[in-house]
């Protein structure tokens, strides 16, 4: 089970950070890779960032590279994406997800895996 947490209002070229955090035990947390994902009304739900097992490596989508970072501490079982620069474009719901296909550069949603209710973020002055 996991949970999305942390989004809201901010104003363009503003920064947030959101939280991913799961239940169960940080040993099995830390098992998974972490993605985040994201999806508007218009759009379909779109890859964002993905951190490997033991955060050592990590692959954003192009749109995110050099705003974000993606980071995780296992025995706090949380994961959480730093976005700067942020603009109205950026504006979704966001989701992440956790599976067992160790490529980090992998951006399709394992279909096996439940979606959270996600965070929301939205940019507006």
């Known amino acids: 089970q996991l949970v999305e947490s942390g989004g809201g209002l901010v104003r363009p070229a503003g920064s947030l950070k959101i939280s991913c955090s799961a239940s169960?035990?940080?040993?099995?947390?830390?098992?998974?890779?972490s993605r985040w994902f994201r999806q508007t009304p218009e759009k379909e739900r779109t890859f964002v960032a993905a951190?490997?097992?033991?955060?050592?490596?990590?692959y954003y989508s192009d749109f995110m590279k050099g705003r974000a970072d993606i980071s995780r501490r296992n025995i706090e079982i949380t994961v959480w994406l730093q976005m700067y620069s942020l603009q109205a474009e950026d504006r979704a719901v966001y989701y992440c997800?956790?599976?067992?296909?160790?490529?980090?550069?992998?951006?399709?949603?394992?279909?096996?895996?439940?979606w959270g209710q996600g965070t929301e973020i939205t940019v507006s002055s």
């Open positions: 951190i490997s097992r033991n955060g050592a490596r990590t």
């Open positions: 997800l956790a599976d067992l296909r160790s490529d980090v550069a992998i951006i399709d949603a394992d279909p096996s895996r439940y």
């Open positions: 169960g035990s940080g040993r099995l947390f830390g098992d998974y890779v």
